[in-house]
Every structure is written in C-alpha cells, then in structure tokens.
C-alpha cells in the first residue's frame, strides 16, 4: 500500500510547487533577453543597461533600509569604491597583461566592498537608528573628501578610466559591441536578484526582520543583534561592490560622483518610491526612476524639481511606495471585484492628468521667464510656442489647475465608495 506521501497526487504537488515559484523568475528572464531586440538602438541599451545596475544598487540598499531597518546616508561609498578597483584592474589588464575575463570582475568588486563593508560594518553597526545613520553620513564624507586627495586609487577630479575590451575574450566576444555588455550585466542582475532574494528568505534573513522589528526580543531569544546587522552590512557592500564592477564595465569611467553623497541621496529616494517594504520595490523604483530621468532630461532643465516633487508625494500619500500601492489592490482582485474600481479611477484620472500637466506649465514658464537670455521670450511648451514673459499663459494654467483641482475634490467621494464597495470589511457580505 502505497503511503499519502508517495502518491501520485502529492508528487504532482510537489513538482508543481517549484515550477510555481520559479515562473516569476523565467518570464523576467525571457523578458530581458528579448528586450535588445525590442529596443537595439545603443540609447536603448544604454538606458536599460543603467536600469539593471541601478536595480542591483537599490536591492544591495534595501537589505539595509528594507530588510535591517538601517538607514545609511552613505551607502555609495561601497558600490564606489568596488567599482574603482575595478576600473584599476581594468587597466592593469591593459597594461600588465594581468590575465582576467571580463565576466568575473564583478566577483572582485563585490570582494571588494565587502572588505571596506567588514571593516567599516564592525563600529557602524553597534548601534541602529540615528547613531548608524550619522555613522554613515560621515563615512561617506570621509570617503568622498579622500577621492579627492588620495590621487593614486581615486584619480583625482578626473577620476580613473580604462577600457574593457583590453580583456581575454570569452567564447568569441571581446564586449566591445553595447549589446554584449547588455548581456552580461542582465546576467549578472539576475544572478544578484536571485542570491539577494535567497538571502531572504535564510534564518540570518528572518532574523534580520526580527532585529528590525524587535531588537530586545531578538536579543532574548538568544540573538545578538549586532552581529546579525554586521552580516547583513556585510552581504549589502557585497552586491554594492558588485553594482559597481557593473557600472565600470558599462561606462569605463568613474569619478567622485560614483560615492558621494548624492548618489547615496538618490538610492534612498528611489527606493522609498518603490517600496521598502517589499522584495521588488527598489526593481519597480530603479525602473521608474531611470525612466523618468533620462526621459524627463531630455525635455526639460527642471526635471530633478519633478522627481522631489514625486518623491514627496509618495512619502505623504503613499508611504508604502509605489509597490505598496499596487499591493492593496491585491485582496479585491482576489475577490473578483477590481472592476468596480475601474470606471471612477478613469474619472478621476483626466482631472488628475490635467492638473500635472497645468503644474507642469506653471513651473516650466516660470523658470523660462526667470533664466531666458535676452531676447529669448519666447517658449514651446506641448506643441505650442507663446511669450513666457506675458501674464496670459500663466493664467491659462493656473486656471486650469485650480478647476482640475475643483474636478478631482467632487469626485473623490465616488472613488471612497467604489473603494468600499470593493474592499468590504469582513464579515460583511
């Protein structure tokens, strides 16, 4: 007699389970693959090779913030410094004939911030909160004023460069062509999102969550809470080295920008925007911050004014980020009523888009006004050339802004109520 275990309907279970967990991992696969040939302009894959180094940083950041509950002002300095030694053995490839494919050099850099991470993670991460925040305000200023006077690693103001087709070629390619270095980063993203998430879900990942959450109770069960946010500093300047290996083999180039302040400011910002408390929000706050800055900086001068401004937003409105926002969506698609919703959010959208686009004009013939050179009074703003320096236009969107507003605080009740009626409280039929 065969047991329940060894059934036919449990083995089919049991294989199911795996291939479940895994598909989330395989379309993303599938996806980035094929995205070259979506997209095979070298911009394209300039912005999507950025996208990718930038979602490695932001999870790297997030087993911090997200994952440890620590918040770190200087978390650059880890993925800067790994990228620098990069760039140094990049060159010593050139020109001492060091021999080392291309491929393994983000292993070096992960190395690499994982030793500075060890060293500087034994004092830092003593304590949580505010003092591990200020002790890493000021490691990264510390570091950020020695690239400037430690010429021989650091290069100075000009920074250190190299050039990575110099390397032995791996199966017939030297990674001079944009499309090969594609590859090879997404390779890498992958790899990196999939030990990062593994890492998650360890005993040293739960017990992370548990000194986040409750650092006494940690204690009292027999865990030292210093030595697991150490590991856990550890592991991030690990993959921040790694981001940093990314970006030296993408850019060949790297300066005082790649460890200072702010770039440690923006890896914060975007993964607040995503969602700290979710595995894919720094994915979901990488992509969309890339997307908006290198789109929105091709249009205007003032976009980093509308990411503040969206940054903002999110921290007020929707602290969970933007991961978080779609996640409570989540129980009234189960339930099959997320159409409900439908109809007053497409109500509620076309004041909403009028008024970010009017607050976009106001903002944008403003700052013409003030910086056009002489002569220059004239704009083109969605297709339409007018005098910035004149009061009509001003108006125009200021009145359209204000009955954008009036629009949306008439339909806010109808969207509460669809709310309700799609997400009723339990117990209620």
Excluded at 126 to 143: C, D, K, Q, W
Excluded at 260 to 265: D, L, M, R
Excluded at 400 to 409: E, G, H, I, N
Aim: aromatic letters at 12%; hydrophobic letters at 55%.
């Amino acid at each position: 007699m065969t047991t329940s275990a060894d059934s036919p309907l449990t083995a089919g279970t049991r294989s199911l389970v795996p291939l479940s967990s895994a598909m989330p991992w395989i379309i993303a696969t599938v996806v980035l693959l094929a995205l070259p040939f979506v997209f095979p302009s070298g911009a394209g894959l300039t912005i999507m090779n950025q996208m990718a180094i930038t979602i490695v940083f932001a999870l790297a950041y997030n087993m911090l913030l997200g994952q440890g509950g620590m918040l770190s002002f200087g978390h650059a300095v880890y993925m800067g410094l790994g990228g620098f030694f990069c760039m140094h053995l990049l060159n010593w490839v050139e020109n001492d004939g060091l021999w080392l494919p291309l491929p393994l050099l983000p292993v070096f850099g992960g190395l690499f911030g994982l030793f500075f991470a060890f060293l500087i993670g034994g004092f830092s991460t003593r304590r949580a909160g505010t003092v591990f925040a200020m002790i890493s305000l000021g490691v990264g200023e510390l570091i950020a004023a020695c690239s400037i006077i430690v010429v021989a690693f650091f290069g100075g103001e000009e920074g250190v460069s190299g050039d990575r087709t110099y390397g032995p070629e791996v199966l017939g390619v030297d990674f001079a062509q944009q499309s090969e270095v594609y590859y090879l980063i997404v390779c890498w993203m992958l790899l990196s999102t999939l030990a990062m998430y593994l890492f998650s879900r360890t005993p040293i990942g739960r017990i992370t969550n548990a000194v986040r959450d409750n650092e006494e109770r940690a204690e009292f069960l027999g865990y030292s809470q210093r030595h697991v946010r150490w590991i856990s500093f550890c592991a991030s300047g690990f993959f921040c080295g790694v981001a940093g290996a990314l970006f030296a083999i993408n850019l060949e180039i790297l300066t005082e920008e790649n460890l200072n302040t702010t770039q440690s400011g923006i890896i914060l910002l975007l993964t607040f925007l995503g969602g700290v408390g979710f595995f894919v929000g720094p994915i979901v706050g990488a992509i969309v911050f890339t997307l908006l800055q290198t789109v929105l900086s091709l249009y205007t001068e003032i976009w980093q004014l509308y990411l503040g401004i969206l940054f903002l937003a999110t921290v007020m409105f929707f602290p969970n980020g933007l991961t978080g926002l779609m996640a409570m969506h989540i129980p009234s698609w189960k339930a099959g009523r997320l159409g409900l919703l439908m109809r007053p959010y497409a109500k509620m959208a076309v004041p909403a888009l009028a008024f970010v686009f009017s607050a976009a004009a106001i903002m944008e013939i403003l700052f013409h006004a003030r910086e056009a050179s002489v002569g220059s009074e004239e704009m083109t703003l969605y297709g339409m050339t007018f005098n910035s320096h004149g009061y009509a236009p001003l108006v125009i969107a200021a009145a359209v802004a204000a009955a954008s507003l009036y629009l949306m605080k008439q339909i806010a009740p109808s969207v509460r109520e669809a709310w309700s009626e799609a997400n009723p409280v339990r117990g209620d039929s």
